[in-house]
């Protein structure tokens, strides 16, 4: 079982707070199915603020796995935010390379 851990708080937080649950470790199949449902919801045009906030949970938690920067692409594509959608675009090839 591929399991994928976070990686560690920043020590220069302001404040500090518990992280969510999935912080700790999640197998990469639920991983994959919980981005690929916010997939769904971005192409749906059903994305809200919890999307966005998902968005930055996952950023945290797997930076270099390419179907989030894929998600980050979706969004920002969506939100008509050229310069983020690029650089989530060139994120997204620079995670498929180095795997």
Do not use: G, I, M, N
């Amino acid at each position: 079982r591929e399991w994928l851990r976070a990686d560690e708080c920043d020590s220069s937080a302001s404040t500090l707070r518990s992280p969510p649950p999935h912080a700790y470790t999640l197998p990469s199949a639920q991983l994959a199915a919980y981005v690929h449902s916010l997939v769904l919801a971005v192409e749906r045009d059903e994305y809200t603020h919890t999307v966005k906030e998902a968005l930055t949970e996952l950023l945290e938690l797997a930076p270099h796995w390419p179907q989030v920067s894929y998600l980050q692409l979706l969004y920002h594509t969506q939100a008509r935010e050229a310069d983020a959608a690029l650089e989530a675009f060139h994120r997204y090839f620079d995670c498929v390379r180095a795997r």
